[in-house]
């Protein structure tokens, strides 16, 4: 069957192809036609064909042999012999009766199910081009022919499978042909034009699935779905969405991101179906996955309690949308887009938000408020915003609470969580932020004061490009410090200096910590020089005590010398001199003493390294003689006469003048020598010689021990020259009769004694 199906119409081709004569058909039994205007045709005729000059009328019967006749065109029968011009007549079967409405079209398959009488060797022509494709290489041109009907009444014809519903198709009458230069006759003699053997089917049946789309693709603009059949759909339903239909395809706008899906519910043209089983059905319903930008948040950046937070988001390399462009939402809220930087895995979007409370977020991006397609959406888990944790550091003078006006502190910022890091950020009025060599630095502004909290931008490292430098939220601590300055305890001895003239009378600046020596004529030259314009303001201002304490060389204080205050220095002050008062004596001590006020309010003290706080003094000697002469007072509580006769001498008082060697600091030396009046015996004693009380002259040693001033205890040996009476002995028998003992004036005395009193000078 299929080869003579390719016979007939290979032969129907061929006719076609071989002749550009006219062509003219009649249906078999007809009634005769004039087949030309003018002229005759040329016989004779056989077959059955009936020729009457102009008028031609077909057989009752033809066979295949006289079916199709070339017949010359002649102006008259004499010019028939030479005439080149010819008209070809085509003896049709029988016309059928083709039910249309019964007729029933499937595109899909290429079939064509015919019902009527008459059916055999009707061929069928269609022509159309499937929508979506191009017409000048995708158009279905052809015929075919109802060779072996089912029945009387059915045949099925086929045809070029994917046509469009509204193809263009015709019957051709059996042995017919068909074409422009065809000319078709019914029975009656009638002339019949194309649209008489247009062939409408009742029913345009689709077995194939309408939508060709696994999935509306939003990443690069509005979703389309492609479509089977486009010219069969009245009309489309997308719910939410606004639907269109276009050529080939269903054009997709204004999806919302609240569905990962969406469904068409398209509803086909009057007499088209879709087969569902055994069932037509005049409207299809599919839902479809909305292929949208790939988009997923940047873990670390989606935070929970964080005012004017931004938020990262990632989308996938395949989405050709530009973000800027775009609408941007965050649970619902407008965002605004503030930074986008393209990377290899993706673009990278910052998003500032106002912030949230709430465990989730949603965040969607759509085309525009009038368009409305969302094109991503992603929903992350929020993470608890973490908390700054600052320690401010002077170099060298260990940690600070509180913010230095005049001299940068290093910031160390920890964090309680998250996998970002905290940049300290400047505060206008406040503070100001450098850094050198990755190490943070804050300096308070000159003109600020009060507490103030310091300001943090929360950063994500791991980040391209400049968003790694991008602040996602600022934060305060919960603690505000105080902006103040910072006093370090500087080196005494670079802002005090204390100053002698030597015998030239130049100023000598004396070293610390060393004993000096001052010239007695330039006793009063000394003085204390404090150097407020060496203290930078770096250091700020500092506390100090000064003391200046003058000593005399008995060990007493010289009260009107002494200096005792408190000063407080403020950076590139004045210089101040003060002067040690007071007329010094020799060998007076002058002791200047200066150390810091370990105040921990003021200054910013280590609490690692509690040495102590600077501190200096000074000491220095007024020069005086070599040796001392002075008189004082002794009570020598016994003495004891070598010389014969020999005894106790109890209870004796003189006066005394004393030479006694000073050392190097005015304190004389232990053994001087003495001279004076001494009172000896002036208790009469119970033995039996019996010394009269008496005043002597004695010049001799002494060692004396100063117990304090102006007091010492010792011993002494002296010669004595004894201003008294006989010395007489007392006589047993004679208890009233005294004997006179021989002696001398002179004698040889020593004992201990108590001195008190220090008047003379030095010499």
């Given at each position: 069957m299929h080869r003579a199906r390719a016979l007939v119409l290979g032969c129907l081709l061929v006719a076609g192809a071989a002749t550009a004569a006219p062509v003219v058909q009649l249906p078999e039994g007809g009634r005769a036609v004039e087949v030309i205007p003018k002229g005759v045709l040329c016989g004779p005729v056989r077959g059955g064909w009936v020729l009457e000059g102009r008028t031609l009328k077909p057989p009752t019967r033809a066979d295949d042999a006289t079916r199709t006749l070339e017949l010359k065109v002649a102006a008259d029968e004499a010019s028939c012999a030479t005439a080149t011009d010819t008209v070809v007549v085509v003896a049709t079967g029988p016309f059928p009766r083709i039910d249309s409405a019964a007729t029933t079209f499937y595109p899909d398959d290429g079939r064509l199910e015919l019902k009527g009488t008459g059916l055999k060797n009707v061929a069928i022509v269609w022509?159309?081009?499937?929508?979506?494709?191009?017409?000048?290489?995708?158009?279905?041109?052809?015929?075919?022919?109802?060779?072996?009907?089912?029945?009387?009444?059915?045949?099925?014809?086929?045809?070029?499978?994917?046509?469009?519903?509204?193809?263009?198709?015709?019957?051709?009458?059996?042995?017919?042909?068909?074409?422009?230069?065809?000319?078709?006759?019914?029975?009656?003699?009638?002339?019949?034009?194309?649209?008489?053997?247009?062939?409408?089917?009742?029913?345009?049946?689709?077995?194939?699935?309408?939508?060709?789309?696994?999935?509306?693709?939003?990443?690069?603009?509005?979703?389309?779905?492609?479509?089977?059949?486009?010219?069969?759909?009245?009309?489309?339903?997308?719910?939410?969405?606004?639907?269109?239909?276009?050529?080939?395809?269903?054009?997709?706008?204004?999806?919302?991101?609240?569905?990962?899906?969406?469904?068409?519910?398209?509803?086909?043209?009057?007499?088209?179906?879709?087969?569902?089983?055994?069932?037509?059905?005049?409207?299809?319903?599919?839902?479809?996955?909305?292929?949208?930008?790939?988009?997923?948040?940047?873990e670390g950046t989606v935070l929970r309690d964080a005012e004017d937070s931004g938020l990262v988001m990632r989308l996938d390399p395949s989405c050709a949308h530009d973000p800027r462009g775009l609408l941007w939402t965050v649970n619902g809220a407008r965002v605004r887009v503030e930074r986008v930087v393209k990377a290899q895995d993706g673009t990278y979007v910052l998003l500032r938000t106002s912030g949230t409370n709430e465990p989730q977020v949603t965040v969607t991006a759509i085309t525009s408020r009038v368009d409305g397609t969302v094109v991503a959406s992603e929903t992350a888990d929020t993470k608890p915003v973490p908390d700054p944790r600052a320690t401010l550091e002077l170099p060298g003078h260990g940690t600070i609470d509180f913010v230095p006006t005049n001299r940068p502190a290093e910031v160390t910022v920890a964090s309680n969580g998250g996998l970002g890091r905290f940049v300290l950020r400047p505060l206008g009025g406040a503070y100001t932020v450098t850094v050198r060599e990755s190490v943070t630095l804050v300096q308070g502004e000159a003109t600020a004061g009060g507490f103030v909290s310091l300001r943090f931008g929360y950063r994500l490292p791991t980040l391209p490009a400049e968003l790694a430098t991008s602040d996602l939220f600022l934060t305060s601590e919960r603690v505000q410090r105080a902006v103040r300055e910072a006093s370090v305890p500087t080196n005494v001895e670079n802002l005090v200096e204390f100053i002698c003239a030597d015998k030239e009378g130049h100023d000598e600046k004396l070293t610390p910590s060393r004993p000096h020596r001052v010239d007695y004529a330039m006793r009063n030259t000394c003085r204390v020089i404090i150097h407020r314009e060496r203290l930078t303001p770096e250091e700020g201002n500092q506390e100090i005590t000064l003391r200046v304490t003058v000593t005399k060389s008995d060990g007493s204080v010289r009260g009107e010398s002494s200096v005792d205050q408190r000063l407080f220095l403020r950076p590139k002050g004045d210089v101040r001199v003060i002067p040690v008062q007071g007329n010094l004596g020799q060998y007076d001590r002058i002791l200047v003493q200066v150390a810091h006020v370990a105040d921990e309010s003021r200054y910013a003290l280590s609490t690692v390294d509690r040495t102590g706080l600077p501190s200096a003094q000074w000491t220095a000697i007024v020069r005086g003689g070599m040796f001392r002469l002075y008189t004082m007072a002794t009570i020598p509580a016994g003495l004891y006469r070598a010389t014969q006769p020999s005894g106790q001498l109890a209870v004796n008082f003189g006066v005394l003048s004393r030479l006694a060697l000073l050392n190097n600091e005015g304190q004389e030396r232990l053994l001087g020598i003495e001279m004076g009046l001494m009172g000896l015996g002036l208790v009469p004693q119970s033995g039996d010689i019996q010394f009269p009380p008496t005043l002597a002259a004695v010049l001799g040693l002494g060692l004396r021990v100063p117990i304090g001033p102006g007091a010492a205890v010792g011993a002494q040996a002296w010669i004595a020259r004894e201003f008294r009476g006989d010395i007489t002995r007392r006589t047993n028998g004679a208890p009233g009769t005294d004997t006179v003992v021989p002696s001398s004036k002179w004698s040889f005395i020593f004992g201990p004694s108590i001195s008190v009193g220090n008047v003379g000078f030095n010499l």
């Open positions: 022509s159309g081009t499937p929508r979506g494709v191009d017409p000048k290489t995708a158009s279905l041109d052809g015929q075919d022919v109802c060779l072996e009907p089912n029945g009387p009444s059915e045949c099925a014809v086929p045809l070029a499978p994917g046509l469009p519903t509204d193809a263009t198709l015709s019957w051709v009458p059996a042995y017919g042909r068909r074409g422009a230069n065809v000319t078709t006759y019914d029975a009656n003699g009638r002339f019949l034009d194309d649209e008489y053997f247009r062939l409408r089917p009742g029913r345009t049946v689709l077995t194939r699935p309408l939508v060709q789309s696994s999935g509306v693709d939003l990443s690069k603009g509005p979703g389309y779905a492609a479509v089977t059949h486009s010219e069969a759909i009245a009309s489309v339903d997308c719910g939410t969405a606004r639907c269109e239909v276009t050529e080939g395809a269903v054009s997709i706008r204004n999806v919302p991101g609240l569905n990962p899906t969406v469904t068409l519910r398209l509803r086909l043209v009057p007499r088209v179906f879709f087969a569902k089983g055994d069932a037509l059905e005049t409207s299809v319903a599919e839902t479809l996955p909305v292929l949208a930008c790939p988009l997923s948040a940047v």
